[in-house]
């Protein structure tokens, strides 16, 4: 593993986290007004390690829409239920039931392999995730790099897969696994969309698979047929080689790359005992290609 070091002229340091992806970035401070260079650095070092754990923060609900606005244009959960109270951009990712205490049963979604809005037609560029009350272990978020994958797949199988397209649906998503039934308003504020199976990152023009639980089926295809092959490439691109676990730390604030990456979160803590709140930021991106 590398020592902790300066790349290029970033305004902050940076220590890779595993051989595959992700890095610490220590020596920032996104509470505060960043400029345009500050910016600039943690895009170009996400687009290199597509998982950036920024220590050390101390981030309000307000404090953390305003760092994520510098990105772009936030995005609102499509669940009115998990919009936040103060700053309806920032989504409360928890584990608590109506009456605050920890329980199971909600938010099951984030368990299941996903990229976050790939159900809109401009799916987002990247989410930040803020921990404010951590378990005293566990509760980890895994990562999976789908452009390692599409690389890992033989030739003969890219070339296969290169015009298909899918259909992504936040109704199907929520069949699929198991959480309350989209309402007819979700319905209406996100309707079906088709991006194409293989997509080109729109900073670094890297090819990667675009999948996850937010899909439906394969336009065009008989949807038993469809189904079946979604699952092989999501079995394929979550094998081990292809994933990084960040265990939480108090004051990380996670940034990933979602055009690049499935996440999940792992329910490796008792859920019915600890509480796990994180704030969640998620800027809007571009339509895929």
């Not at 990712?93 to 979604?109: F, M, S, T």
């Not at 929520?174 to 309402?183: D, E, I, P």
């Not at 081990?240 to 960040?246: A, K, L, M, P, T």
Request: include cysteine; hydrophobic fraction near 40%.
């Amino acid at each position: 593993m590398a020592n902790r070091q300066p790349a290029e002229d970033w305004p902050f340091e940076i220590s890779p986290l595993s051989p595959l992806m992700a890095a610490a970035v220590t020596g920032f401070d996104a509470a505060t007004p960043i400029d345009d260079f500050a910016r600039d650095s943690i895009l170009e070092a996400l687009g290199r390690f597509k998982v950036l754990v920024l220590r050390n923060q101390d981030l309000a609900p307000a404090a953390q829409a305003a760092f994520t606005r510098r990105f772009g244009e936030l995005e609102p959960h499509v669940n009115r239920e998990f919009r936040g109270n103060a700053v309806p951009e920032v989504h409360p990712v928890n584990n608590l039931d109506e009456d605050g205490k920890p329980a199971r049963g909600r938010n099951i979604g984030n368990y299941s392999w996903h990229t976050d809005k790939s159900y809109m037609p401009r799916p987002s560029l990247a989410t930040m995730l803020y921990a404010v009350t951590l378990p005293p272990a566990g509760g980890d978020t895994e990562f999976a790099d789908m452009q390692a994958a599409y690389a890992a797949l033989p030739e003969r199988r890219k070339t296969e897969l290169a015009d298909i397209r899918i259909v992504h649906s936040w109704e199907r998503s929520r069949q699929k696994n198991g959480s309350r039934l989209a309402t007819a308003q979700e319905i209406l504020d996100a309707p079906p969309v088709t991006h194409p199976l293989i997509r080109t990152h729109p900073m670094t023009g890297l090819k990667g698979l675009y999948i996850g639980n937010h899909t439906s089926h394969v336009e065009g295809w008989p949807v038993d047929k469809g189904e079946a092959l979604l699952q092989e490439l999501e079995d394929f691109a979550t094998q081990d080689r292809f994933v990084y676990r960040h265990r939480w730390q108090s004051g990380d604030m996670v940034i990933w790359d979602n055009c690049s990456l499935l996440h999940r979160a792992v329910d490796n803590y008792d859920i019915e005992a600890h509480i796990r709140i994180l704030n969640r930021t998620v800027v809007r991106g571009s339509v895929p290609i």
